[in-house]
């Protein structure tokens, strides 16, 4: 990515990425999909748990943010030695993290399904469905540090096979375990979240394989998993911003559902089925960020600002048109969309307004998603982290309590009152149409600023720039590297 034409660079490390994505996107619909044929209980309570699960799914994304920003800035300044020693330090942190979480979350399952909202029925089938969820939290996170090891290398093909083949898995899976087919007793949504279980697995596995092989662009060397506390505490300043960004966006979206569940079972399961759509959007948009975050990594790493600039609004340019001309079929279409999901005529109705007011603005919140990543490429986390908190925290609650719920309160001194207009769960979906828009204004200015281009590679790290024929040059680690 620090050479030649950028559009078609960028796309090939892209397509790959986008397609991963979109695969596993295909892991919630597919769930969605067959989760529906068994009753609106059991709908609603993968949509209430889809929030929760994507929280740990975005610690693991946080964690390894820290992993692209720093391989793709070695390799582009062609340390690949310390490239590894990062890739070995990120799976030390991600399992530990892992295990830490799927315990506590385990322990603390059923006040947590309280807090969030779920009752009666609801309840029973959100329980045995995030019971194996948790299960599989060391899975998820090792995974995504295989992924991110090999995406700051410049590999995004390697996943994306690794995906096609988990996802895969997992439809084939579904049907079996949800609705008995075959010697398998029907188990709903606990059916649904063992084919994750067991899909995410078998992925996990090949992935520790690939990385141990060496021959995608970085290795996992066994001597390298001894904790190196300076490498882990560069990951976790890195890191946390990252993180502290996932959980943001992940606690908005458990509090968003909790706010919609209060209106009943067929907006929460139109929100579930819309959030779903949407998530597709965020694939694309999601993987596109990815890939500009490799490619502004390794551009800062080979010292070109300049350049990594203008990945990013290649990047961004062309993400949010596709992700127009998607939406504008969505709003053109939206009950051929619901139907796909579930038959319930109230929760198709409750879903055309979801999509009739919140599509035409996934475009420009998908450009604040690759924007992000350029940021992430970059290592400024933080910054990334303060436009997820603006978007979902400072923009958009506000409006939810004023725009969705009925509620007056006296202004001392005075013969006014402050009045919330109850307009139910369309005050919601409207409160998420600020969020992005305002968003989307306020990462273009950031973006135009140009603060972010200092990388967070140290300055006295050894030269390692690569010769013409590809190899690196200039210290002790060359003939390690040469032996492989």
């Known amino acids: ?38 009753s609106s209980d059991a709908v609603a309570a993968v949509s209430l748990m889809f929030p929760l699960s994507w929280l740990f799914v975005s610690t693991a994304m946080g964690i390894t943010a820290a992993t692209i920003a720093l391989v793709s800035q070695h390799v582009g300044a062609g340390d690949d030695r310390m490239a590894d020693r990062v890739v070995a330090q990120t799976i030390l942190l991600t399992l530990s993290v892992s ?37 599989a939290l060391p899975f998820t996170f090792l995974f995504f540090a295989f992924r991110a090891s090999l995406q700051g290398a410049g590999d995004t093909k390697t996943a994306m096979w690794l995906v096609f ?64 506390v300076a490498l882990l505490k560069r990951l976790v ?75 990013t609004r290649t990047a961004t340019a062309a993400t949010t048109v596709c992700i127009f001309a998607v939406a504008a079929a969505l709003f053109a279409f939206p009950a051929t969309a619901m139907r796909a999901f579930v038959a319930d005529s109230a929760v198709i109705a409750e879903g055309v307004v979801f999509l009739r007011i919140t599509a035409l603005f996934w475009a420009p919140y998908a450009g604040v998603m690759v924007i992000q990543g350029a940021f992430r490429g970059a290592g400024d986390t933080r910054t990334a982290m303060v436009l997820s908190i603006l978007s979902r925290w400072v923009l958009r609650f506000p409006l939810v309590i004023v725009l969705a719920f009925a ?11 402050v009045a919330g207009l109850g307009w139910g769960p369309e005050g919601i979906w409207w409160a998420m149409v600020a969020g992005m828009a305002g968003s989307f204004v306020v990462a273009v200015v950031w973006f135009r600023r140009g603060t972010w281009t200092e990388g967070v590679i140290d300055d006295d790290r050894p030269e390692r720039r690569r010769s013409p024929d590809g190899r690196p040059t200039g210290d002790e680690d060359d003939a390690e590297f040469v032996d492989g």
């Not at 660079?9 to 990425?17: F, N, Q, S, T």
């Open 1 to 38: 990515m620090t050479t030649g034409t950028i559009s078609p660079k960028l796309l090939r490390l892209a397509w790959p990425l986008v397609l991963g994505n979109l695969l596993q996107t295909v892991y919630n619909l597919a769930d969605m999909f067959w989760v529906g044929r068994v």
């Open 407 to 417: 509620w007056s309160v006296p202004v001392p001194g005075t013969d006014l009152e």
């Open 165 to 228: 083949v988990s996802a895969g898995l997992n439809v084939v899976f579904d049907p079996f375990l949800v609705l008995g087919w075959g010697p398998f007793p029907a188990m709903g949504t606990r059916g649904a979240a063992i084919a994750t279980f067991v899909s995410r697995g078998l992925a996990t596995a090949a992935g520790i394989a690939v990385l141990l092989d060496g021959r995608f662009g970085v290795r996992l060397r066994l001597g390298d998993l001894a904790p190196d």
């Open 99 to 135: 295990s830490v979480l799927a315990v506590l979350g385990f322990a603390a399952r059923r006040p947590l399904l309280s807090l969030i909202g779920a009752r009666g029925p609801v309840f029973v089938e959100a329980l045995a469905y995030i019971e194996v969820i948790f299960l």
């Open 237 to 311: 300043d890195v890191g946390y911003p990252a993180t502290l960004d996932g959980w943001a966006r992940s606690f908005a979206a458990v509090a968003l559902a909790g706010f919609v569940a209060r209106f009943g079972a067929a907006p929460t399961a139109a929100f579930g089925i819309g959030v779903r759509l949407m998530s597709v959007t965020w694939a694309v948009a999601g993987a596109v960020g990815q890939a500009t975050a490799t490619g502004v990594g390794q551009n800062l790493g080979a010292e070109s600002p300049d350049r990594a600039v203008a990945v």
